[in-house]
């Protein structure tokens, strides 16, 4: 699917509107076609209408910008005072700009839609300290539970189990964008594993990037290949018996079923 920006210009007097396409689109007409009928008709309004718009935008401009004359057809007509022609002339000019830069906007709408989204998770509040945008890489469904692969930055998985009936409430299917979240106190810590084998199954690694300890537990943040962070948080006394400090090579471990999968709205 294609996505495009559109967007019109209104002209306003203290908060007021004085008007658009459509009533510019009225005073061009009053110049072209010299009454008032003829260029209601041409504009597709009705004759009241177009007298309600011309005397809405006499009274906002504080100046009129149609007036009538003698000796047109019919022993009168209606013409654009100069003020009304310059401000038809502006607007022209004003709008041409402004389809010019929508233009421009929207040949870069697939960059906005992008960040639109990133800015929507940005302002998301979850009491979640891990947050990992990616996509689905792997979907294994079973009777009760679903079983999702979620590729986030730097190629790294992160997989969760959720009921199938939140499967199917997210659309989740390979492809789709998601994002999921992690508590820090249900990532746990270690060093050293080498080929151990463990029950639970996300295992992200990387470098101790900050280290805060606190009375009774200690935070730790994690740097992950290709820019991503994580943080956990572990007991004083298990960040100094590990000797956590920056710069140590260590694995974020934490269960499928800690995982909580979203998707965008």
């Not at 009928?37 to 100046?63: C, F, H, P, Q, R």
């Not at 998601?178 to 810590?189: E, G």
């Given at each position: 699917m294609s996505m495009e920006?559109?967007?019109?210009?209104?002209?306003?007097?203290?908060?007021q509107k004085l008007g658009g396409q459509?009533?510019?689109?009225?005073l061009s007409a009053v110049a072209s076609e010299g009454s008032i009928t003829a260029a209601a008709k041409a504009v597709g309004m009705s004759y009241k209408g177009a007298w309600d718009a011309i005397e809405a935008m006499n009274n906002l401009a504080g100046e009129p910008l149609v007036e009538r004359v003698a000796g047109g057809k019919?022993?009168?007509?209606?013409?654009?005072?100069?003020?009304?022609?310059?401000?038809?002339?502006?607007?022209?000019?004003?709008?041409?700009?402004?389809?010019?830069?929508?233009?421009?906007?929207?040949?870069q709408s697939h960059a906005l839609a992008d960040d639109f989204l990133l800015i929507q998770r940005m302002k998301m509040k979850t009491s979640a300290r891990n947050q990992f945008n990616g996509k689905v890489v792997a979907l294994k469904q079973g009777a009760v539970n679903d079983e999702v692969v979620l590729e986030i930055v730097g190629g790294q998985q992160v997989v969760a189990t959720i009921t199938r009936d939140s499967s199917d409430s997210l659309g989740l299917a390979v492809g789709v964008e998601a994002f999921a979240l992690i508590k820090?106190?249900?990532?746990?810590?270690?060093?050293?594993?080498?080929?151990?084998?463990?029950?639970?199954?996300?295992?992200?690694?990387?470098?101790?990037?900050?280290?805060?300890?606190?009375?009774?537990?200690?935070?730790?943040?994690?740097?992950?290949?290709?820019?991503?962070?994580?943080?956990a948080i572990v007991t004083k006394d298990s960040g100094e018996a590990l000797a956590l400090e920056v710069g140590v090579d260590v694995s974020a471990i934490f269960k499928a079923s800690s995982v909580i999968i979203g998707t965008p709205a």
């Amino acid at each position: 699917m294609s996505m495009e920006l559109q967007g019109n210009v209104w002209m306003t007097i203290d908060g007021q509107k004085l008007g658009g396409q459509d009533r510019v689109a009225l005073l061009s007409a009053v110049a072209s076609e010299g009454s008032i009928t003829a260029a209601a008709k041409a504009v597709g309004m009705s004759y009241k209408g177009a007298w309600d718009a011309i005397e809405a935008m006499n009274n906002l401009a504080g100046e009129p910008l149609v007036e009538r004359v003698a000796g047109g057809k019919g022993g009168g007509g209606t013409r654009l005072t100069a003020r009304g022609d310059q401000l038809v002339e502006n607007f022209r000019k004003i709008d041409a700009a402004h389809r010019e830069f929508v233009a421009h906007l929207s040949s870069q709408s697939h960059a906005l839609a992008d960040d639109f989204l990133l800015i929507q998770r940005m302002k998301m509040k979850t009491s979640a300290r891990n947050q990992f945008n990616g996509k689905v890489v792997a979907l294994k469904q079973g009777a009760v539970n679903d079983e999702v692969v979620l590729e986030i930055v730097g190629g790294q998985q992160v997989v969760a189990t959720i009921t199938r009936d939140s499967s199917d409430s997210l659309g989740l299917a390979v492809g789709v964008e998601a994002f999921a979240l992690i508590k820090a106190s249900s990532v746990i810590v270690a060093t050293e594993l080498g080929d151990v084998k463990l029950s639970a199954r996300n295992r992200l690694t990387g470098k101790v990037s900050r280290v805060q300890p606190g009375a009774v537990n200690t935070e730790v943040s994690i740097e992950l290949p290709g820019g991503g962070t994580i943080a956990a948080i572990v007991t004083k006394d298990s960040g100094e018996a590990l000797a956590l400090e920056v710069g140590v090579d260590v694995s974020a471990i934490f269960k499928a079923s800690s995982v909580i999968i979203g998707t965008p709205a």
